[in-house]
């Protein structure tokens, strides 16, 4: 008997590989998409939230709460959704407040962590930490670590910390 060759149908097999190999692609491009699905955003906070920075989108992504990208979206900012949020738990302020401060707060913000106080420290104590303080702050140069001990007295005046720490 003659053993009968069967020819290969290049077609299929181009076929068979292309669509796993498509499959893949998109799930690669989409995959931050998909991410944001997965945590439960809706599709006009995924738009808006897939147009920030990608270090935004991963912090973003890494946060523990899903942030109602809307509620901020109504009243205009500078895209900080997460500080928004952070600093909104943090002191139950409104929107309006939350996202005054937090525009305000990262124009400085390079200036603060310089001096050492950071988001933790500014937003726990919110009522201390106003813009007018900040400013002082940053014009006095004074680190956290020296203002701290000033700052923990009650009725401490922000306003009066160079003398202190020029006393101390």
């Known amino acids: ?7 290969v149908n290049r077609k299929r ?7 796993p190999v498509i499959c893949i ?4 491009a989409n995959f931050t998409s998909i991410r ?3 945590k439960g955003y ?20 890494d946060y523990d709460q899903i942030i109602d990208i809307s509620k901020w979206n109504k009243v205009k900012n ?3 959704y997460l500080l928004y ?7 139950k302020e409104s929107v309006k407040k939350v996202v ?4 305000s707060y990262y124009e400085r913000m390079e200036d603060l962590n310089y001096l050492g106080y950071t988001t933790n420290v500014l937003f726990n104590n919110s009522d201390v930490y106003t813009i007018s303080n900040l400013d002082t702050l940053i014009s006095a140069s004074i680190p956290y670590k020296k203002a701290k001990k000033y700052l923990a007295i009650k009725g401490a005046q922000i306003k009066d910390i160079k003398e202190y720490v020029d006393l101390d």
Do not use: G, N
Request: proline letters at 0%.
């Open 42 to 61: 809706h599709k006009e906070d995924k738009k808006v939230v897939l147009k920030l920075e990608k270090d935004d989108i991963k912090d973003i992504l």
């Open 1 to 7: 008997m003659k053993k009968v060759k069967r020819k």
């Open 13 to 19: 097999i181009a076929i068979v590989v292309l669509i």
């Open 25 to 28: 692609a998109l799930l690669i």
């Open 78 to 80: 500078d895209s900080h």
């Open 85 to 91: 949020d952070k600093y909104y738990r943090a002191s």
């Open 100 to 103: 005054y401060y937090i525009d």
């Open 36 to 38: 944001l699905s997965i």
